[in-house]
């Protein structure tokens, strides 16, 4: 069994809908979580950090970290076809200059 | 958010040549970066940590001969793979963090030919 599981989709939704995106893992020793957002052929771009449990908001982008069910969740408002990529969540044990362990990605089709 | 550069963006070899990949942290300083592989339609698979003025740490299974890690200061490290064969053609990305969150470079695809 993987450390940190990902549906790998494709999710597909028609533009303006709500895209919902989980990530569940095993190791309860995680205690950064993040989102990251990967266009086909480059570096993945940071969307969210959260640290324990909790939730966080940032314009469009809202991430759930639930430690007590090893369930962690990104929603995307409004979704554009922009949107279009693979997010990918991350996590680690401890803060600056720990690896990371990632799911295997979500491939999201927004449609107009 | 901070940035990451890597250079080249993509590269193309002959088998039994050596290629050199690198990773520059452009607004902050990193004592540690890291190496990650990726296969198509795959999640990443972190190959080595990089430790400024100190030997990397590779994971199970990689290579440490094949993938040469050089962090020679604090904002660069540079991975060679060396004597390259088809088999090492994929997609190479580094990170490195100037805190808690970590930033990827734009990464390299390497194909062998």
């Known amino acids: ?112 | 958010g901070a940035v990451v550069s890597q250079h080249p963006s993509r590269v193309i070899c002959k088998s039994g040549t050596s290629v050199k990949i690198e990773c520059r942290s452009l607004d902050f300083q990193a004592t540690t970066m890291f190496w990650y592989r990726q296969f198509p339609k795959q999640s990443l698979m972190l190959m080595a940590t990089s430790n400024e003025g100190s030997k990397a740490t590779y994971e199970q299974g990689v290579e440490k001969d094949k993938f040469l890690i050089n962090h020679a200061s604090l904002t660069l490290s540079t991975l060679t793979v060396t004597s390259a064969h088809p088999e090492d053609s994929s997609f190479y990305i580094c990170s490195a963090s100037p805190g808690t969150e970590a930033f990827f470079g734009q990464g390299t695809r390497l194909t062998v030919v």
């Open chain 1, 1 to 112: 069994q993987k450390e940190v599981e990902q549906d790998p989709g494709p999710l597909s939704v028609p533009e303006g809908a709500i895209v919902s995106l989980n990530c569940t893992y095993s190791n309860s020793a995680f205690q950064y979580f993040m989102w990251y957002r990967q266009y086909s052929r480059k570096g993945p771009e940071l969307l969210m950090y959260t640290y324990s449990s909790g939730n966080k908001e940032d314009g469009r982008f809202t991430a759930q970290v639930d430690k007590s069910s090893k369930y962690i969740s990104l929603f995307i408002r409004d979704s554009q076809p922009s949107d279009s990529a693979t997010y990918l969540c991350a996590m680690s044990r401890r803060a600056a200059g720990n690896k990371l362990t990632f799911g295997g990605g979500t491939r999201v089709l927004v449609k107009p």
